[in-house]
């Protein structure tokens, strides 16, 4: 079976940074600090848990038929949660884990799959996020997405970013326009513009949108949102919402007491029908083309 999904990334080259209330000469500052560099001491501490020994995980082969058979020894552990914890752990989109079950390519897999039901990488609160009413934070060593109120974790999700680490560009920006059925000017398989849905603009041709997650650097820049995440993203973030792209939880701290946000969210656009966005275009789930 062939699948086509007719949503891709979007720069190809390394973008310039737009960042909010930063000069160029100070986006220097947002380059990855040497791993002797002792933190300032107003940098707040990330409330990050140590990983335990249930949380252990190894690289190894696993088929459908087991996660069936966890199934029926741990009613709560379905098949598809259990497929969610996969893709999380290895950051793609379900598909592509199912496929490389089949053809029995190593994943990262848990050792106590049960331990994994509400884990995430990101820390469920952050104190410095409190300034922002609503925050969007990308972790790119992680491969990770969340959006935080108020400092507290709303809900996470993994994703893809740049090809190359440096076309996503460590940085605090906002969301500065918000599209349902964004065109990137990069084709599809069929030559013609790649429809990105549920598209939040950061900065220059980078967009937080919904895209095929293949991997952990697979856009052309872009930040690829799976389906599932994409649509409450785009229905909780505002136009302003900050958005914090940083290189890794260690640089978490620093990064997010650099600069304040000077613009308060806007009105969102009006909220979608149910199956429908904005505009009355068909939801992501019905642009996928399949040939089998």
Same mark, same amino acid.
């Given at each position: 079976?062939?699948?086509?999904?007719?949503v891709?990334?979007?720069?190809?080259?390394?973008?310039?940074? !737009?960042?909010?209330?930063?000069?160029? !000469?100070?986006s220097?500052?947002?380059?990855?600090?040497?791993?002797?560099?002792?933190?300032?001491?107003?940098?707040?501490?990330?409330?990050? @848990?140590?990983?335990?020994?249930?949380?252990?995980?190894?690289?190894? $082969?696993?088929? !459908?038929?087991?996660?069936?058979?966890?199934? !029926?020894?741990?009613?709560?552990?379905?098949?598809?949660r259990?497929?969610?914890? +996969?893709?999380?752990?290895?950051?793609?989109?379900?598909?592509?884990?199912?496929?490389?079950?089949?053809q029995?390519?190593?994943?990262?897999?848990?050792?106590?799959?049960?331990?994994?039901?509400?884990?995430?990488? +990101?820390?469920?609160?952050?104190? =410095?996020?409190? @300034?922002?009413?609503?925050?969007?934070?990308? $972790?790119?060593?992680?491969?990770?997405?969340?959006?935080?109120?108020?400092?507290? +974790?709303?809900?996470?999700?993994? $994703?893809?970013?740049?090809?190359?680490?440096? &076309?996503? @560009?460590?940085?605090?920006?906002k969301?500065?326009?918000?599209?349902?059925?964004?065109?990137?000017?990069?084709?599809? =398989?069929?030559?013609?513009?790649?429809?990105?849905?549920?598209?939040?603009?950061?900065?220059?041709?980078? &967009?937080?949108?919904?895209?095929?997650?293949?991997?952990?650097?697979?856009?052309?820049?872009?930040i690829?949102?799976?389906?599932?995440?994409?649509?409450?993203?785009?229905?909780?973030?505002?136009?302003?919402?900050?958005? +914090?792209?940083?290189?890794?939880?260690?640089?978490?701290?620093?990064?997010?007491?650099? $600069?304040?946000?000077?613009?308060?969210?806007?009105?969102?656009?009006?909220?979608?029908?149910?199956?429908?966005?904005?505009?009355?275009?068909? @939801?992501?789930?019905?642009?996928?083309?399949?040939?089998?």
């Amino acid at each position: 079976m062939i699948i086509l999904l007719l949503v891709s990334g979007c720069a190809t080259t390394p973008v310039e940074t !737009e960042q909010i209330g930063v000069t160029q !000469e100070e986006s220097a500052e947002f380059a990855p600090a040497p791993p002797t560099v002792v933190a300032p001491p107003r940098t707040p501490k990330v409330s990050v @848990k140590p990983v335990a020994k249930n949380f252990a995980t190894i690289r190894r $082969v696993i088929t !459908e038929k087991e996660l069936r058979r966890m199934e !029926e020894k741990d009613p709560d552990m379905g098949f598809y949660r259990s497929l969610e914890i +996969l893709c999380r752990l290895n950051r793609k989109d379900k598909e592509y884990i199912r496929k490389d079950m089949k053809q029995k390519r190593p994943l990262i897999v848990p050792k106590d799959f049960a331990s994994y039901k509400n884990w995430s990488p +990101l820390p469920r609160t952050i104190t =410095a996020a409190r @300034k922002f009413p609503k925050l969007i934070l990308v $972790v790119k060593n992680i491969h990770f997405l969340g959006w935080y109120q108020n400092g507290t +974790l709303v809900s996470d999700t993994y $994703v893809c970013i740049g090809k190359m680490n440096t &076309w996503t @560009k460590r940085g605090l920006y906002k969301v500065k326009e918000k599209d349902p059925s964004h065109m990137s000017t990069y084709p599809n =398989a069929y030559g013609e513009p790649s429809l990105m849905p549920n598209a939040l603009h950061i900065y220059e041709r980078v &967009w937080i949108h919904t895209g095929d997650v293949i991997g952990p650097n697979c856009s052309h820049g872009c930040i690829n949102v799976p389906i599932a995440h994409a649509d409450r993203l785009y229905d909780w973030a505002d136009i302003g919402t900050a958005v +914090l792209i940083t290189e890794s939880l260690m640089d978490l701290g620093r990064d997010i007491m650099r $600069v304040p946000v000077e613009n308060q969210p806007q009105k969102s656009p009006p909220a979608r029908e149910q199956g429908k966005t904005v505009d009355g275009e068909p @939801k992501m789930e019905d642009v996928r083309q399949r040939t089998l």
